[in-house]
């Protein structure tokens, strides 16, 4: 299978790390803002075409699918760009910026029936996965997740300390990925949402730090706290808070709520969550089915967003 990837940055390298992993898929280009360095990742990773044009991208003998690793603010448009060229696509978290773009990405799937995936990695982490077999077999129920997504980012730079040409978001990128998570391991619908943020930052534009509570239909809950000033442990933790026991997940690690390792290595064919991410894609493009983290599975997270992203506004 022949894919191209687009956007060259922090995330888009640890795409190309996880694909070397896995046969039968060759990335035949890929897309960057600046030729120069862009044509530097692809001599590094032995990829035979460079470009900063998705297009031309798209257009190279053979591609079947794109991987989009673009800023924020491109995704929507980009992974309709890429169905109405006729490739399967597979587009980063956050799927757009705002609940219209997430829709027109919805419809464009149904219109095409190529397959569009989102970039939902909590769904793909071993240690994620671990709670998420636990609960569909009946052994764990999810009382409350409490969770911290934490960063030092004053400034606009990315995850490897390079600037960015494009502001991050706490509500449409970070919360996102726990947002999403909750409803798929609770499998419930979200009826109680809350939001409040903290000054917005004066060069950035965005608030720095946010909490949002979410609550179930049948009451389970979330607690989200959300930072770009926390000078202190980075990532994103989770706390499972179950009916028969507590963990703690750290990407694709997992303890229990005393600290105890989880062996969590049988849980699938590699434990790096990202390159899990993208074999899935890969694995429903050939098997023609729908994968986990399709955007009609994860359309919802986008509608609590919005919802939350409007209480806000209500809040100036």
Known sequence: MKVVLAGAGAF??????????????????????????????????????????????LEQPGVEAAILCTPTQMHA??????????KHVEVEIPLADSWADAEAV???????????MVGHTRRFNPSHQWVHNKITAGELAIQQMDVQTYFF??????AKG???SWTDHLLWHHAAHTV???????????????????????????AMDMSIQLKTEKGK???LSLSFNNDGPLGTFFRYICDNGTYIARYDDLVTGREE???????????NGIELQDREFFAAIKEGREPNSSVAQVLPCYKTLYDLEEQLKAQD
């Open 77 to 86: 448009e980009q992974a309709i760009q890429c169905m109405d060229a006729g």
């Open 153 to 158: 980012r004053r400034k606009n730079m990315n």
């Open 12 to 57: 888009g390298l640890k795409h190309l790390d996880g694909i070397k992993n896995i046969d039968g898929v060759e990335v035949v280009s890929i897309v960057g803002r600046r030729l120069e360095p862009t044509q530097k990742v692809a001599d590094e990773y032995g990829i035979p075409h460079a470009t900063t044009e998705l297009s031309e991208a």
């Open 162 to 164: 390079e600037p960015r």
């Open 221 to 223: 809950i979330l607690t």
């Open 180 to 206: 999403d998570l909750f409803q798929y391991q609770t499998g419930e619908k979200i009826t109680v949402a809350n939001a409040i943020e903290g000054p917005i930052h004066p060069e950035l534009g965005i």
């Open 261 to 271: 390792p989880v062996d969590v290595s049988n849980v699938d064919v590699s434990m």
């Open 106 to 116: 919805m419809k464009k799937q149904k219109e095409t029936g190529l397959v569009c």
